[in-house]
């Protein structure tokens, strides 16, 4: 069968994915710590991890509105987007998911669970970043943080946040590989090979 290369992640997508990959991690790690501050991150301290984690946010929150802008710029939130119709493919990933089914349900650029954790994430970070700004700088926000559970509430719904990026990253590679591990060659490299007569909407092959 004759392949060829296409193009699925532009080079400034991938400095965008590792840049926020990398924040979000070290979000997560410092994050973490500050919660329990104890010896299992021998570098860090209080002092530096506090100030790791809030120069890091608001490094990362730059970094998340850059790509949404490149998104809606380029057209690319149509693929990463999760739409009420894509619940009609939900069923059929579950089913392949759990090897009920050998073939993959039909995609775009990104299966409907990829999708769903792109929206998800965008969402939740969002919410997290106001947090984030009220815990940095609590005294413009007074009024409202008897509505959100004050500082506490703040704090328990960081590390909630925290939880659920640490564990949703592991989902997000798994998901990225049952279809076509290629893919996730393609988030280093930007290309995979594909069949000759298999379209691939919004790609374009390398040129000589």
Same mark, same amino acid.
């Given at each position: 069968?004759?392949?060829?290369?296409?193009? $699925? #992640?532009?080079?400034?997508?991938?400095?965008?994915?590792? =840049?926020?990959? %990398?924040?979000?991690?070290?979000?997560?790690?410092?994050? &973490?710590?500050?919660?329990?501050?104890?010896?299992?991150?021998?570098?860090?301290?209080m002092?530096? %991890?506090?100030?790791?984690h809030?120069?890091?946010?608001?490094?990362?929150?730059?970094?998340?509105?850059?790509? &949404?802008?490149?998104?809606?710029?380029?057209?690319?939130?149509?693929?990463?987007?999760?739409?009420?119709?894509?619940f009609? #493919?939900?069923?059929?990933?579950?089913?392949? +998911?759990?090897?009920?089914?050998?073939?993959?349900?039909?995609?775009?650029?990104?299966?409907?669970? #990829?999708?769903?954790?792109? +929206?998800?994430?965008?969402?939740v970070?969002?919410?997290?970043?106001?947090?984030?700004? $009220?815990?940095?700088q609590?005294?413009?926000?007074?009024?409202?943080?008897?509505?959100?559970?004050?500082?506490?509430?703040?704090?328990?719904?960081?590390?909630?946040?925290?939880?659920? &990026?640490?564990?949703?990253? &592991?989902?997000?590679?798994?998901? =990225? %590989?049952?279809?076509?591990?290629?893919?996730?060659?393609?988030?280093?490299?930007?290309?995979?090979?594909?069949?000759?007569?298999?379209?691939?909407?919004?790609?374009?092959?390398?040129?000589?």
């Amino acid at each position: 069968m004759k392949r060829r290369l296409v193009l $699925i #992640q532009p080079l400034v997508v991938r400095l965008f994915h590792w =840049a926020i990959t %990398a924040g979000v991690i070290l979000l997560v790690i410092t994050g &973490f710590y500050i919660a329990w501050p104890t010896g299992w991150v021998p570098f860090l301290n209080m002092r530096t %991890a506090r100030e790791l984690h809030f120069s890091t946010g608001f490094i990362t929150i730059f970094l998340v509105l850059g790509r &949404f802008y490149y998104a809606v710029a380029t057209g690319d939130y149509h693929n990463l987007l999760f739409r009420l119709r894509d619940f009609r #493919q939900v069923p059929a990933l579950l089913r392949f +998911t759990f090897f009920l089914q050998d073939r993959s349900p039909d995609q775009e650029k990104y299966n409907v669970g #990829q999708k769903f954790l792109f +929206t998800s994430w965008f969402i939740v970070f969002v919410l997290v970043a106001l947090s984030g700004v $009220i815990l940095y700088q609590p005294d413009p926000w007074e009024v409202i943080l008897p509505f959100v559970g004050g500082l506490q509430g703040m704090r328990y719904f960081q590390f909630t946040v925290a939880l659920f &990026f640490a564990l949703t990253i &592991f989902l997000h590679v798994y998901l =990225a %590989a049952i279809d076509d591990p290629a893919r996730l060659q393609a988030i280093f490299t930007g290309w995979i090979r594909v069949s000759s007569d298999k379209p691939e909407g919004g790609e374009r092959t390398p040129s000589k």
